[in-house]
């Protein structure tokens, strides 16, 4: 991963959060008496020390990768289906099998697996590892794939974002309720819009992660319709999945 990767991947959701947060915070400041001020009088005293805005920067690093951890931890989890957009390639791989240009066997037994058995996850390997395999091979996979892995660490990105913007959220209501007084029609300002910033991100996130599916479903089944006219067979992939229940 060079560095324009990582700082995609790690920094910015990280900077995004710790801007919103005093955004958030800030905002909230102004309806409030001087002496309830925390986040401002803080800022305040801050503002003379030099190695405050590093610190913070170095700090986004390590909020950045936590997003990311929590990111991918839930990405991958089937009942985050409803809330969390990802991408999926299993119709993909079912039609490609249906079309006789892909067979899927288990590894251990060489067992054919059916479509109705691959999971989200076995589409994403598959794709993934021929995808690389045949890299080299065929033209439409090499020149797909700068522009695939830039998206990705874009939609990435926007997916640490996004839970970052809720973790803001979360920080907000925190600091309301730690102001003594939660029933004040003023916080309705702040909660707005983090709210919007929250829904924003979504929306980019989403729009990213069809982005990128298109595209490597596009190319994908392009390249196996040229593998099976080059080769005259099915394209063949095994699945190492003798332990799980299908």
Known sequence: MNEARRFLRYIVPGLVFLIEVALYLLISDYFLCETQKSFTNFMKNKSKDIAFPITLFVASG????????????????????????????????????????????????????????????????????????????????????????????????????????????????????????????????????????????LHNFDNTVKQVQEIVDMVFIDVLREYNLKYREPAKKYLGLSDRKR
């Open 62 to 201: 390590g909020i950045g990768f936590l997003l990311g951890v929590v990111y991918h931890t839930l990405y991958w989890r089937e009942w985050t289906i409803k809330i969390l957009p990802r991408a999926d390639h299993t119709q993909l791989i079912e039609r490609a099998i249906d079309r006789k240009w892909l067979e899927i066997y288990e590894h251990k037994n060489k067992d054919f697996i059916p479509t109705n058995a691959i999971t989200r996850s076995d589409a994403f390997c598959i794709v993934t590892a021929f995808w690389h395999e045949h890299l080299k091979e065929f033209n439409k996979i090499e020149s797909a794939n700068p522009r695939v892995v830039s998206l990705t660490d874009i939609m990435h990105g926007l997916g640490a974002t996004y839970f970052g913007s809720i973790f803001a959220l979360i920080v907000l209501i925190i600091y309301i309720i730690l102001s003594g007084d939660i029933f004040r029609w003023y916080w309705i300002f702040p909660g707005v819009i983090a709210l919007f910033f929250a829904l924003f991100h």
